[in-house]
């Protein structure tokens, strides 16, 4: 069964841009969730998406936003982009997501985001 | 709100040998998961093991076990028979009831030939 995937792998923005990140999830799996990866602050939960809906939210500002498609396939983006957005961004995968707590999340490979 | 605490930035180990990456986590939730992930260079995020907390059986893969220590709030990763694939970041995750996964800050393993 193929894995997460997300495209693209790296990315080059200026400041004031904006940018959209895909993540197809492993097939079958309904629940989509993102984190941003920085050396400052680790590994962050941005948000969580199952069936089109978005049921948990980090504490991000508004110019994250994400949508989930009827495919299951989900995409982020960043509006007016800072300095401070260069990160990693890291998508995982779930059966159920936040409907069943148990389920283990597996992660792409993420997409490097550069903001000069 | 959960923290995850690792308080070992780096370790090393020799090849063929045994080490163990710390962690302890703060919660007060009764039900959770616990899980260890390996971040190689390439940066994908691999789950290694998986905890649950009602389970007091500590969890086993082959060459990875873990020592979960539910009342002290401790959950360590014992890596036997070290492989040169073994380096890499090492990450202790917590999920609650919310889903989301609350992670450390990483162990960086260095695995000496």
């Known amino acids: 069964k193929a894995g997460v995937t997300q495209t693209p792998r790296y990315l080059i923005k200026t400041r004031g841009q904006q940018v959209t990140l895909s993540c197809s999830p492993i097939?079958?799996?309904?629940?989509v969730s993102w984190y941003q990866q920085t050396p400052g602050q680790g590994l962050q939960f941005l948000f969580e998406y199952f069936s089109e809906t978005q049921r948990n939210k980090g504490n991000f500002p508004g110019r994250f936003s994400g949508r989930q498609f009827s495919n299951s396939r989900s995409e982020m983006n960043v509006s007016t982009l800072e300095l401070g957005d260069s990160a990693l961004y890291l998508c995982?995968?779930?059966?159920?997501?936040?409907?069943?707590?148990?389920?283990?999340?597996?992660f792409g490979p993420g997409t490097r985001l550069t903001v000069l | 709100a959960q923290t995850v605490t690792q308080s070992q930035p780096e370790m090393s180990v020799q090849e063929a040998e045994t080490v163990t990456l710390s962690c302890t986590y703060d919660?007060?939730?009764?039900?959770?998961?616990l899980f260890w992930y390996k971040q190689p260079p390439s940066r994908q995020m691999i789950l290694v093991i998986r905890?649950?907390?009602?389970?007091?059986q500590n969890a086993t893969e082959n060459r990875f076990s873990v020592n979960f220590q539910k009342a002290a709030k401790s959950f360590s990763l014992k890596i036997s028979d070290s492989q040169l694939g073994d380096a890499a970041m090492y990450f202790c995750a917590y999920q609650g009831s919310n889903y989301k996964l609350t992670f450390g800050k990483g162990t960086l393993l260095t695995v000496n030939p």
């Open positions: 995982a995968s779930s059966l159920r997501g936040g409907l069943s707590s148990t389920d283990t999340q597996y």
């Open positions: 905890q649950e907390a009602y389970k007091q």
């Open positions: 919660t007060s939730e009764s039900d959770y998961y």
């Open positions: 097939s079958g799996h309904r629940s």
